[in-house]
């Protein structure tokens, strides 16, 4: 029986944000956004994971408008977003009736998708997320951050989407964001999952390890409903495989995606010019685009490995990366097998390097490893050995509840706190998720609406430079 493959085109946010570290503005997408909705993709992957915080840190622009001017100028093609569960696009849990405000208030600006998932694929840090999506009417697809490791077993993946399905997901995503997957894994796991739920099944990786469009091919084969690409300009590295070619590798078959390869050319040749223009301005690395298998040898994303290096030249010990690549792995061992994506990739990290420098393990601990092992983050894959937390956290109470179920609401007081800021209801979800940053873009949109010597000039004095 034929199965149309489903495309999700991610070179509105994840492709730019694996490439050129989420710097596309809105100007860069304007001229193409009318041909991007008339090719017929499943959904335009454009807004949330880092965007929101990009666009007001860096770009000065305001992310709603983006999301508003998207919208309009893509009347026909469903809108998606990344949503970071209870931590929304921020790196912090928040209280519920913010969640459900920043739900309602993306929704309400054009969000039709929204896929939510959890660090350490902790259900119960995504249940009102995904009450909220389908109260306001939007498709909650719920994504499987996707690692390796002894826990981490397809039956393992198994239980979690049932448990994603008993919440009331409306599809689910394998989501593969440090390209650990190899192809004939992808066929295994995708098999164990469309025999367990009965869900539609999307086929999120990057191609960082140069595995990507063989995973996404093995993943057809074995029922996968849908897979996230990127325009070819702004595909492979650490990006996605690219959508021409996945297109024309199915076109004439049974999975046939139904998309036109002459549009998309077309496509593809107005982001070629992007391509040049962010090569030329250094933006985009050469480095970036070049397959690197070290995740698949360390376990270890491609970002954090770079972080972990960074973070070692700082301290003038480059020479102890082995060291610390080898850390790695007992650290998360001790600390519950958390996957290694954002935030746990950071906290993990962070203290395997602290444990190499210092010369002795956690002898120094930053707070937020405290916090994981004391279960502020949420229950991680594997329980944490009491006694190793009664070690770290000096012997703090364990949290096995739900992290937000200990938070007050604060929306009213966040509404206070920025007050004399806010010129449109959604302001205070951006000061709630990046109170200095938010502050920051609303005085200089404050100042360019007045003029530099009009009402609030002074404010100029307070923004730091771009």
């Known amino acids: 029986m ?14 730019h944000q694996s490439l050129i570290a989420t710097r596309m503005p809105i100007g860069d997408m304007l001229p193409i956004l009318d041909k991007l909705d008339k090719v017929g993709f499943a959904s335009l992957e454009c807004w949330g994971g880092a965007t929101f915080d990009s666009c007001l840190r860096f770009l000065n622009e305001d992310p709603w408008d983006r999301l508003r001017t998207i919208r309009k100028n893509c009347p026909n093609t469903k809108l998606q977003m990344l949503f970071r569960g209870q931590n929304m696009l921020g790196y912090r849990h928040y209280a519920d009736d913010v969640l459900e405000y920043f739900v309602q208030r993306s929704v309400a600006n054009g969000i039709d998708i929204i896929r939510i998932f959890d660090a350490l694929n902790d259900i119960k840090n995504l249940e009102v997320a995904i009450k909220a999506a389908k109260k306001e009417g939007a498709h909650a697809q719920v994504a499987i951050s996707y690692t390796t490791g002894p826990v981490f077993t397809n039956e393992y993946y198994v239980e979690y989407a049932k448990r994603i399905a008993n919440a009331g997901a409306d599809s689910i995503c394998i989501k593969d964001m440090a390209a650990l997957l190899t192809p004939y894994k992808t066929y295994e796991l995708v098999k164990a ?7 539609p099944i999307q086929l999120h990786t990057h191609y960082t390890s140069g595995l990507a469009s063989m995973c996404l091919m093995k993943g057809i084969e074995a029922g996968v409903d849908g897979i996230d690409t990127a325009m070819s300009p702004l595909a492979l590295g650490t990006s996605h495989a690219p959508t021409e070619s996945m297109v024309a590798a199915l076109q004439g078959t049974e999975y046939d995606t139904g998309l036109d390869l002459v ?28 397959t690197n298998t070290k995740a698949l040898v360390y376990q270890v994303p491609g ?18 990366l082995e060291e610390v690549l080898s850390e790695v792995p007992r650290v998360r061992e001790d600390s519950g097998y958390p996957p290694l994506v954002t935030p746990t990739s950071q906290i993990v990290g962070t ?11 956690y002898k120094m601990c930053t707070n937020e490893f405290k916090d994981l092992v004391s279960g502020k983050y949420g229950t991680t894959p594997m329980p944490v050995d009491p006694a190793f937390a009664k070690k770290i956290n000096g012997g703090a109470e364990i949290i096995t509840c739900r992290p937000a179920d200990l938070l007050k609401p604060e929306l009213e007081d966040l509404r206070k706190e920025c007050a004399e800021w806010i010129e449109q209801e959604e302001d ?23 003029g530099i010597d009009g009402k609030h000039g002074d404010a100029e004095k307070e923004i730091h430079p771009v």
């Open 2 to 15: 034929a199965k149309k493959i489903l495309v999700t085109e991610t070179v509105l946010r994840d492709a």
């Open 193 to 199: 999952l469309k025999e367990a739920v009965n869900l």
């Open 263 to 290: 549009l998309l050319n077309e496509i593809r040749e107005y982001f070629m010019g992007l391509r040049k223009k962010y090569m030329e301005s250094g933006l985009l690395d050469q480095s970036m685009l070049a």
């Open 303 to 320: 970002g954090m490995l770079s972080n972990l290096l960074s973070q070692l030249k700082q301290a003038g010990k480059e020479d102890k």
């Open 351 to 361: 203290q395997a390097v602290f444990n190499v420098i210092s010369g002795e393990r």
């Open 428 to 450: 205070v979800l951006s000061y709630a998720q990046f109170p200095k940053v938010a502050l920051d873009f609303f005085k200089k949109r404050r100042d360019a609406k007045y």
